[in-house]
């Protein structure tokens, strides 16, 4: 049997038809760059996550350094976050001019809100929690400790489109959320995307002019900014995937219980979720021991498996400058263990109890 991570040729032919009509219907009216499609998916989105506003940007990147700019960082701000998210949560924070500054998680992965605290100085200017795999960080806390310290918070919500604590999703909970479409998110496009979502209308208007190189119209410039828009095309397409993004997250649910409850936890740590939080599970993390050993025997069975991450940004060849000290013990040590296994809406059940048996059989076969 074969288990492949991921399988974008299925995902996109489903929905081949009403993309085809997407695509010919923005071709007829020649709206490329903005347009009827991006207006209409910026206000379904918006209400999808339960903000007032959302602005279709370029990328996931392009969303946080957006957010960065707007709260105006600058070389003697600094911005907390973790070392174990994609090279985009750092990478953003010093190309908008601050200084990282990493805090270690915890068993959710997320980041470690007591640690958190004991980082924050008179410097820092913003916090940005990464809600990875789809598991919400614990924004409730984090809230009242950023508004105690009266500092701003940027959410990383690229791999958690829907998710939720209680009732209401990530990316509301802050001052910016911020989002990725990437192909292989939830969410996807066929292509790049992002979109922020906030609450506050001062920063709506000023993220849609700086995502259009700082034009407020067509001719003139009110600043200097960057091309970051989200193509209407690809608005077209996520209007389209949007309707469906409920059922995808119900789906990888469904898949998740077939492993938490198949895998053998005599051997496998399992994903830790808060009781009152709804994963939307971009990712499925176990964490295990002889993570190497295990991935080639997996491999051998025809079983396609990632890491995410292997390495983690203060130990990137692009960091050793900035982070030349910093330890982050819990990081440092689940890099080691942690396994993505697949956990795609279009898996059938009999795929994932595959992968339960054989990783079972790679431990018990070493008794």
């Avoid at 492993?259 to 939307?280: D, G, R």
């Avoid at 295990?288 to 995410?308: C, F, P, Q, T």
Wanted: charged share 30%; hydrophobic share 35%.
């Amino acid at each position: 049997m074969r288990v492949n991570y991921i399988n974008l040729k299925k995902e996109n032919l489903q929905l081949a038809n009403k993309l085809k009509k997407k695509l010919i219907l923005i071709s007829k009216k020649s709206e490329f760059i903005g347009g009827e499609e991006l207006e209409k998916f910026e206000k379904r989105f918006a209400s999808f996550i339960g903000t007032k506003y959302a602005v279709g940007v370029s990328s996931g990147t392009s969303a946080l350094y957006l957010s960065l700019k707007c709260i105006n960082v600058d070389k003697n701000s600094e911005v907390i976050t973790v070392g174990n998210s994609w090279t985009s949560t750092v990478g953003a924070i010093i190309l908008a001019g601050a200084k990282p500054r990493l805090v270690d998680v915890d068993k959710t992965l997320n980041i470690d809100i007591k640690k958190l605290e004991k980082k924050i100085t008179s410097k820092t200017k913003a916090i940005i929690p990464v809600h990875l795999t789809g598991n919400p960080a614990n924004m409730k806390k984090l809230s009242r400790l950023a508004k105690k310290k009266k500092i701003k918070i940027i959410e990383d919500a690229a791999q958690a489109v829907g998710a939720k604590i209680g009732k209401k999703k990530v990316g509301s909970f802050g001052d910016f959320g911020c989002f990725s479409f990437h192909p292989l998110k939830n969410l996807s496009a066929l292509g790049d995307g992002g979109i922020i979502t906030t609450n506050n209308k001062k920063y709506y208007h000023w993220l849609k002019t700086a995502r259009n190189v700082g034009h407020f119209n067509r001719d003139n410039c009110k600043f200097w900014s960057f091309n970051m828009r989200l193509d209407n095309l690809q608005a077209g397409f996520l209007n389209e995937k949007l309707k469906k993004i409920n059922k995808i997250n119900d789906d990888r649910n469904i898949n998740a219980k077939l492993y938490i409850n198949n895998l053998n936890k005599k051997y496998i740590k399992l994903p830790e979720i808060e009781k009152n939080n709804y994963c939307v599970f971009h990712l499925f993390i176990i964490r295990v021991k002889e993570r190497d050993r295990l991935i080639k025997y997996l491999n051998k069975k025809n079983i396609e498996v990632k890491i995410h991450y292997p390495i983690p940004i203060h130990k990137l060849r692009s960091s050793k400058k900035i982070f030349s000290k910093i330890i982050l013990k819990n990081t440092e040590k689940y890099s080691k263990e942690i396994l993505s296994l697949p956990i795609n809406q279009n898996l059938k059940p009999e795929q994932i109890l595959w992968v339960c048996k054989q990783i079972n059989n790679f431990y018990e076969e070493k008794k």
